[in-house]
């Protein structure tokens, strides 16, 4: 950005210089800006990466096309490329946007929408592109992604070059007709016309295509990024214990990604505004001069003191007003459609969680409850529904007013000169047009509004949910007791366990876990067992004291309802480790040794597993994972409870004879588990209400 800065520099010199010899005014204008903007290019270096890439563009255009207009200006632009020279506002109109990306970037809303934009466009990761016909070639992604967003822009604007070169093909052909000249009007069609709509065409497929691939691109980056640190260090789970602060992960990390980058049917993301913006931008500044230069026609009324820019004064604060009084009436919207996303969310979790649980809801005839739930959670999406309407009613009567009035209001201002007969029709329409596009781009909040505050609400899901993941990660990084150390035990020392709420459940002065020595934990209900567990597995993030587990020790947990995931049998007994890590006759001795031989010619159907085995056969299922893991410690968290008494002892035995080298820990209320353990801790009330571990000698 520096070396850019300097070249705008020596250009704003070299343009002060020009003006000076030419006595050119528009040159000094054009100096003083390119100046503005050196200093904007140099202090964007600390700017947001996504808005860099404009700030770049933008002011490499302002030295381009000012060079260009300088070389004319002193004749020195050949005669023959007279008709390929940028309009004579080009850089000015450049550099002013240059200033403007660093003015933005400074706006609250704007700062927040660009943090999650730069998290894909300052990725250090490697992304693979191809250009054809050239081969594919690796690059870090977020090169990637800036050269497709410059050569996106490049198109954009020779977009619209090539409608301001057809505006001047449609004088001439209109003129030709008049003319009844017939090869001027062959000549325009097929030598002009022909050509320019081809490349026009040929540029509008390739801004399409490109700007897909961008997208998905993008989507699919933020995507992993979302779902990574969502899972990263147990997230997820502190986010769920911890409750309020994200809705609905899923739909954050399904909808909002996708509505961010690219909006949904009814709204743009924050690619399609920023192009949206430039157009809006390039139309502002261009008729602004064109209506600056036409308010010399305007005096004051009945005086003969003219205001430099005028008219674009007028419509500066009619555009003004019209905006802060848009705002006011919608500015409860973005809530509104924040909700909206929340309830939906939930609607549709709820239908997929009866799903899940069909059996027992039919069990229990559930479905009258359900479908009162169901419709409770429906008619609050209703209720949001309306009240949106409300506000959009609100909101349209203002805006629809005022767009049925803004194109009447420069003839009434323009009428009176023209009944005085100081300006001609023609001046006065022109004048409206000019008044017409200045305040059409002026408004771009009242015309966006509705779909603005849609994006608003994705953004502030977006920012919630970061920092939601922020706050949990912090909390289990603030609260970690689990600490590797030497030795082949697991020791506890001054550990307390709370809840979410902050009240203090289970107190642990000192504990060992001694390796080899199988473990039974019992105690009533509610005394924390299962919590003690999870804070050894390191998941459970409200403990303080210390936890001393073996160096490099593979834990694993056996639950009472254990997870078995989507796909195929296979993928349930390896999980979390990939099919390809077990051999087949591994597998297939781990279901026979599980009591589980007839689920063998099973193993590679995909079903809802979770669904069709009964509970004794999936904790059947996750002992037979422990079996292919292997672990060094084995946690079993009432994982047998389901099968009978006698099935629960072959299981053990099995157990003992297969993990010879795994030291077993199981939580059990059933006194025929004591056979099995060499060591039996209970749970025992201790003072203030809190439980403690205590040894048991059986008799
Ligand atoms: N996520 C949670 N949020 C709030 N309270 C919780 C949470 N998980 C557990 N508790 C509470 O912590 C206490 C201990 O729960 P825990 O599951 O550890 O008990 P337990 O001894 O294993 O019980 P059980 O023998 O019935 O399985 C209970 O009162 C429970 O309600």
């Given at each position: 950005?520096?070396?850019?800065?300097?070249?705008?520099?020596?250009f704003?010199?070299?343009?002060a210089?020009?003006?000076?010899?030419?006595?050119?005014?528009?040159?000094?204008?054009?100096?003083?800006?390119?100046?503005?903007?050196?200093?904007?290019?140099?202090?964007?270096a600390?700017?947001?990466?996504?808005?860099?890439?404009?700030?770049?563009i933008?002011s490499?255009?302002?030295?381009?096309?000012?060079?260009?207009g300088?070389?004319?200006a002193?004749?020195?632009?050949?005669?023959?490329?007279?008709?390929?020279?940028?309009?004579q506002?080009?850089?000015l109109?450049?550099?002013?946007?240059?200033?403007?990306?660093?003015?933005?970037?400074?706006?609250?809303?704007?700062?927040e929408?660009?943090?999650?934009t730069d998290?894909?466009?300052?990725?250090?990761?490697r992304?693979?592109?191809?250009?054809?016909?050239?081969?594919?070639?690796?690059?870090?992604?977020?090169a990637?992604?800036?050269?497709?967003?410059?050569?996106?822009?490049?198109?954009?604007?020779?977009?619209?070059?090539?409608?301001?070169?057809?505006?001047?093909?449609?004088?001439?052909w209109?003129?030709?007709?008049?003319?009844?000249?017939?090869?001027?009007?062959?000549?325009?069609?097929?030598?002009?016309?022909?050509?320019?709509?081809?490349?026009?065409?040929?540029?509008?497929?390739?801004?399409?295509?490109?700007q897909?691939?961008?997208?998905?691109?993008?989507?699919?980056?933020?995507?992993?990024?979302?779902?990574?640190?969502?899972?990263?260090?147990?997230?997820?789970?502190?986010?769920?214990?911890?409750?309020?602060?994200a809705?609905?992960?899923?739909?954050?990390?399904?909808?909002?990604?996708?509505?961010?980058?690219n909006?949904?049917?009814?709204g743009?993301?924050?690619?399609?505004?920023?192009?949206?913006?430039?157009?809006?931008l390039?139309?502002?500044?261009?008729?602004s001069?064109?209506?600056?230069?036409?308010?010399?026609?305007?005096?004051?009324?009945?005086?003969?003191?003219?205001?430099p820019?005028?008219?674009?004064?007028?419509?500066?604060?009619?555009?003004?007003?019209?905006?802060?009084?848009?705002h006011l009436?919608?500015?409860?919207?973005?809530?509104?459609?924040?909700?909206?996303?929340?309830?939906?969310?939930?609607?549709?979790?709820?239908?997929?969680?009866?799903?899940?649980?069909?059996?027992?809801v039919?069990?229990?005839?559930?479905e009258?409850?359900?479908?009162?739930?169901?419709?409770?959670?429906?008619?609050?999406?209703?209720?949001?529904?309306?009240?949106i309407?409300?506000?959009?009613?609100?909101?349209?009567?203002?805006?629809?007013?005022?767009?049925?009035?803004?194109?009447?209001i420069?003839?009434?201002?323009?009428?009176?000169?023209?009944?005085?007969?100081?300006?001609?029709?023609?001046?006065?329409?022109?004048?409206?047009?000019?008044?017409?596009?200045?305040e059409g781009?002026?408004?771009?909040?009242?015309?966006?509004?509705?779909?603005?505050?849609?994006?608003?609400?994705?953004?502030?899901?977006?920012?919630?949910?970061?920092?939601?993941?922020?706050?949990?990660?912090?909390?289990?990084?603030?609260?970690?007791?689990?600490?590797?150390?030497?030795?082949?035990?697991?020791?506890?020392?001054e550990?307390?366990?709370?809840?979410?709420?902050?009240?203090?459940?289970?107190?642990?002065?000192?504990?060992?876990?001694?390796a080899?020595?199988s473990?039974?934990?019992?105690?009533?209900?509610?005394?924390?067992?299962?919590?003690?567990?999870?804070?050894?597995?390191?998941v459970?993030?409200?403990?303080?004291?210390?936890?001393?587990?073996?160096?490099?020790?593979?834990?694993?947990?056996?639950?009472?309802?254990?997870?078995i995931?989507?796909?195929?049998l296979?993928d349930?007994?390896?999980?979390p480790?990939?099919?390809?890590?077990?051999?087949?006759?591994?597998?297939?001795?781990?279901?026979?040794?599980?009591?589980?031989?007839p689920?063998?010619?099973r193993?590679?159907?995909?079903?809802?597993?979770?669904?069709?085995?009964?509970?004794?056969?999936?904790?059947?299922?996750a002992?037979?994972?422990?079996?292919l893991?292997k672990?060094?410690?084995?946690?079993?968290?009432?994982?047998?409870?389901?099968?009978?008494?006698?099935?629960?002892?072959?299981?053990?035995?099995?157990?003992?004879?297969?993990?010879l080298?795994?030291?077993?820990?199981?939580?059990?209320?059933?006194?025929?588990?004591?056979?099995?353990?060499?060591?039996?801790?209970?749970?025992e009330p201790?003072?203030?209400?809190?439980?403690?571990?205590?040894?048991?000698?059986?008799?």
């Amino acid at each position: 950005m520096q070396k850019l800065s300097v070249a705008v520099a020596v250009f704003a010199v070299l343009a002060a210089l020009v003006g000076a010899h030419k006595g050119a005014s528009d040159l000094f204008v054009l100096a003083g800006a390119a100046a503005l903007c050196a200093y904007t290019t140099w202090r964007a270096a600390d700017i947001s990466s996504y808005l860099k890439i404009f700030a770049t563009i933008f002011s490499t255009e302002t030295v381009v096309f000012g060079l260009i207009g300088l070389a004319e200006a002193e004749g020195l632009w050949p005669a023959a490329l007279k008709d390929y020279a940028p309009p004579q506002s080009m850089p000015l109109t450049v550099a002013v946007f240059s200033i403007l990306v660093y003015a933005v970037s400074h706006i609250r809303v704007v700062r927040e929408m660009m943090r999650i934009t730069d998290f894909y466009f300052d990725s250090k990761d490697r992304g693979e592109g191809r250009v054809w016909p050239l081969p594919p070639f690796a690059a870090r992604e977020s090169a990637i992604a800036v050269a497709m967003v410059v050569v996106l822009v490049l198109i954009n604007q020779g977009q619209v070059g090539i409608t301001v070169r057809l505006s001047f093909f449609n004088r001439d052909w209109f003129n030709a007709i008049q003319e009844k000249n017939a090869p001027e009007f062959w000549r325009q069609l097929f030598f002009v016309f022909t050509p320019w709509a081809f490349v026009y065409v040929a540029s509008a497929v390739i801004e399409f295509v490109l700007q897909s691939l961008l997208v998905i691109r993008w989507r699919r980056w933020l995507t992993e990024h979302y779902i990574g640190r969502w899972l990263g260090t147990h997230t997820h789970y502190g986010m769920a214990l911890a409750g309020g602060g994200a809705d609905n992960p899923d739909q954050r990390i399904a909808e909002d990604v996708n509505r961010f980058i690219n909006g949904a049917e009814e709204g743009y993301g924050v690619y399609s505004y920023t192009i949206l913006l430039i157009a809006t931008l390039s139309s502002l500044v261009s008729f602004s001069y064109v209506l600056w230069d036409l308010s010399g026609n305007y005096p004051l009324p009945g005086t003969d003191i003219y205001i430099p820019g005028f008219l674009f004064w007028v419509v500066l604060l009619y555009a003004t007003v019209g905006t802060a009084v848009t705002h006011l009436i919608g500015r409860s919207l973005t809530g509104l459609y924040f909700e909206r996303q929340r309830r939906e969310a939930d609607f549709r979790f709820s239908l997929a969680r009866l799903r899940e649980y069909s059996e027992q809801v039919a069990l229990l005839a559930g479905e009258s409850a359900e479908r009162g739930s169901l419709l409770q959670r429906f008619m609050g999406i209703i209720v949001n529904y309306l009240a949106i309407v409300q506000k959009r009613k609100q909101l349209m009567v203002f805006t629809a007013t005022y767009g049925q009035i803004s194109p009447i209001i420069p003839y009434v201002i323009t009428a009176p000169f023209y009944f005085a007969g100081r300006i001609q029709l023609g001046v006065m329409t022109q004048t409206a047009s000019a008044f017409g596009r200045v305040e059409g781009a002026l408004t771009f909040f009242i015309n966006y509004y509705t779909s603005l505050a849609n994006f608003k609400s994705v953004l502030d899901r977006l920012t919630s949910f970061d920092g939601a993941i922020d706050s949990a990660r912090a909390q289990i990084v603030r609260t970690r007791i689990v600490s590797p150390a030497e030795g082949d035990d697991i020791r506890l020392r001054e550990v307390t366990l709370s809840l979410p709420d902050g009240r203090s459940i289970v107190a642990i002065d000192d504990l060992t876990l001694s390796a080899g020595q199988s473990t039974l934990l019992s105690g009533p209900s509610g005394s924390g067992k299962s919590t003690l567990f999870r804070a050894i597995a390191g998941v459970w993030p409200y403990a303080v004291g210390e936890a001393l587990t073996p160096k490099g020790a593979r834990v694993m947990l056996a639950p009472q309802r254990p997870y078995i995931p989507m796909g195929s049998l296979a993928d349930a007994i390896v999980y979390p480790s990939a099919g390809a890590d077990h051999s087949r006759a591994a597998m297939e001795e781990a279901l026979r040794a599980a009591k589980l031989a007839p689920f063998i010619s099973r193993l590679d159907e995909d079903n809802h597993w979770s669904q069709r085995l009964s509970g004794g056969e999936q904790q059947r299922v996750a002992i037979a994972r422990a079996l292919l893991a292997k672990p060094d410690w084995l946690f079993l968290d009432e994982a047998t409870s389901a099968l009978d008494e006698e099935l629960e002892e072959e299981i053990y035995s099995m157990l003992r004879q297969r993990l010879l080298k795994t030291t077993i820990v199981s939580i059990g209320h059933r006194s025929t588990l004591h056979a099995f353990h060499e060591r039996h801790i209970v749970m025992e009330p201790a003072a203030g209400g809190l439980f403690s571990p205590r040894d048991k000698v059986h008799a």
